[in-house]
Structure formats: structure tokens, C-alpha cells
């Protein structure tokens, strides 16, 4: 995951949510309340919007409604249109319609309680029915996906948060600011200050890693390792291949991006771990900054990724 640091504690702010972390980095201590109350108010919006997990959310009514035309409040209806982007962007790879074969996988729940519970033998999907995404149709406020699927908006809503949230403490407090959920992180505001120094760390309580600045932009991680559980006795994750609607086996363990926004970045990163073995081919057509941590723990950069430290 990436992870801020900062070199004043009174300009940082951290606090636990969506069983990971949100981390606030402003300029000026005089601006970090005000931020965090921001990255707050739109972290609770998104929530309320796209939750696959709290039964009282629109998501959760758009995925009870699955064959039938529902409204949706603009919120979603924006969350939605940015992951059908991605997929289109990715040629599925980044997928909004896996949202049954999570829950198939075992992360039907929270992170922190995924795959626990009384296990009654192997578990058999007959909920997953292949890549749909293409079969959503949203216009304007209302929306129909198609029957026996669910949408999980986890991956992009969560890069659009913390892109909305940047901007929206530097348009109130003028302020630079990084944001940083988990492993996707905004930053806005910089300009030609000094760029935010970040640590590359598959955990996000990690601050162990090589550092990179960011500025203007987004930067985002994918990684296998984080956000497991084990199912069946299997160890499972939550990065999808669309094409088999299990958790994604290929050469890549952890895949970060840098991108003009974070969504864009984390679009990358994501499609980067599904992809596999055409990842590098890929984000070198987008012309994407990345780097990957293969399984076996070679690491590969592209694009101007630098180097990182001792490597030839």
C-alpha cells in the first residue's frame, strides 16, 4: 500500500476506515481539522451511497432490484458511471459486476470477519454468471443491472473518494493536501511546492519502503497480500479475474500506478494484477508510471518509474 509520512506531525492525521486507514497530510497545521472534517463528511457519503455491505445503502437496494429500473441518488449514479469507465478502459478487467463472485469467495462481509464463520464443505459458485458490465444500464438517476448480478464499486469509489476529497479541502482551505485510503492516494493543490513524500509498503501501517514524491495526481497499490482470508482451506483475495470469477492467479503480487487522478491510477494498478503476464504491454500502451512486485519478488518499473534504492 502507499502511505503518507510527513515531517511535522501536526499537519498529519490518521484514523481507521473500511477496515484500512485514512491518512490526511495538509501544508499547514492551521488546515488539518478543517480537512479531515471533509475527508470525513465525503467518506461518509460514499459509504452510505455504495456499501456492499451495510443492507441500508443504495447500492445494496440497486443489487436487491436486479432486473428492474430503480433511482438512485446522483452520488451513486456518479460512482457507477466511473467504475463502467474503468471496465471499458480496462476491457473488463476492472469489473463492477463481481459483485457475486466476492461474495462467492468468501468476502461477504467486512474484511476483518471475511471467511470466518461455521464452514459446511467446499464451497460451489452458482451466483457468478461471467463478466455482465456491459449489460448495466444507468441513465441519469435510475438504473437496471442485470438479473443474478451484484455490483461492488469497492475499488474505483473508494479512488474517487479520496480524489473528490482532495479537491475539495484544497478549494476550501487553499491548502496542499494527500490523501491517502489505503493504498489510494489524492493529491491536490501542490503545484510547484515540494511533492509529497510517499512510502511504497504492501501494508498500510507499513513505513517501511522505498519513497517516491507525489504531487498534482494520484497514486495507487494493488496487492494480493492485503485484504485475504481463507476459505475452505484456501487462502483467498479480493482482486477478481472476471474471466473465471476467482481471485486472480498470475505474476504480479503488488502493482502501483501513477496517474493524473487517483481513480486513474487505481484503475491501472488493479487491471495491472488481473492482467498478468500482459500487464507490462498494457500500461506501457497507457503510458503509465508503474511498478510491480512479482510473486517470486522480482520487481519490474515502466514508463519512468524510478529505480528503487540498490537496484541496478
Known amino acids: ?56 445503502s443504495a447500492l445494496a437496494a440497486v443489487n436487491a432490484a436486479a432486473g ?14 466511473v467504475a463502467l469507465e474503468a471496465a471499458e478502459l480496462t476491457g473488463g478487467a476492472v469489473d463492477p459486476s463481481l459483485g457475486a463472485a466476492l461474495r462467492d469467495a468468501g468476502y461477504d462481509r467486512d474484511i476483518s470477519l471475511a471467511g470466518r464463520g461455521p464452514q459446511t464443505g467446499p464451497r460451489v459458485s452458482v451466483r457468478y454468471r461471467g463478466p455482465r458490465w456491459r449489460e448495466v444500464e444507468l441513465a441519469g438517476d435510475r438504473i437496471r443491472i442485470p438479473r443474478g448480478t451484484e455490483l461492488d464499486l469497492g475499488a474505483t469509489a473508494k479512488a ?83 474471466a473465471t470469477g476467482l481471485p486472480a492467479q498470475g505474476p504480479w503480487q503488488t502493482a502501483t500506478a501513477a496517474a493524473g487522478t487517483c481513480v486513474a491510477a487505481n484503475t491501472a494498478a488493479t487491471a495491472a494484477i488481473v492482467l498478468g503476464r500482459q500487464a507490462l504491454d498494457w500500461l506501457r500502451e497507457a503510458g503509465l508510471p508503474a511498478r510491480l512486485v512479482g510473486t517470486d519478488g522480482s520487481i519490474s518499473t515502466i514508463n519512468g518509474w524510478p529505480a528503487d534504492p540498490g537496484t541496478p
Open 160 to 242: 474517487w473518494t479520496a480524489d473528490h476529497a482532495a479537491a475539495a479541502v484544497h478549494a476550501a482551505t487553499g491548502c496542499p493536501v494527500l490523501v491517502n485510503l489505503g493504498g489510494d492516494l489524492a493529491v491536490a493543490g501542490c503545484g510547484e511546492r515540494t511533492p509529497f513524500p510517499v512510502v511504497l509498503a504492501e501494508d498500510h501501517r507499513s513505513r517501511t519502503g522505498p519513497v517516491v514524491y507525489v504531487g498534482d495526481g494520484g497514486l495507487a497499490t494493488s496487492t494480493t497480500t492485503a485484504r485475504t482470508w481463507v476459505l475452505d482451506g484456501q487462502l483467498r483475495h479480493h482482486l477478481i479475474d472476471p
Open 68 to 81: 428492474r429500473w430503480v433511482g438512485i441518488p446522483a452520488l451513486l449514479a456518479e460512482l457507477v458511471a
Open 1 to 56: 500500500m502507499t502511505t503518507a509520512t510527513a515531517a511535522v506531525d501536526t499537519r498529519t492525521a490518521s484514523w481507521p476506515v473500511w477496515s484500512t486507514t485514512a491518512t490526511v497530510v495538509v501544508e499547514r497545521p492551521e488546515a488539518l481539522a478543517a480537512a479531515c472534517a471533509l475527508v470525513e463528511a465525503d467518506l461518509a457519503a460514499v459509504d452510505a451511497a455504495a456499501s456492499r455491505f451495510r443492507p441500508d
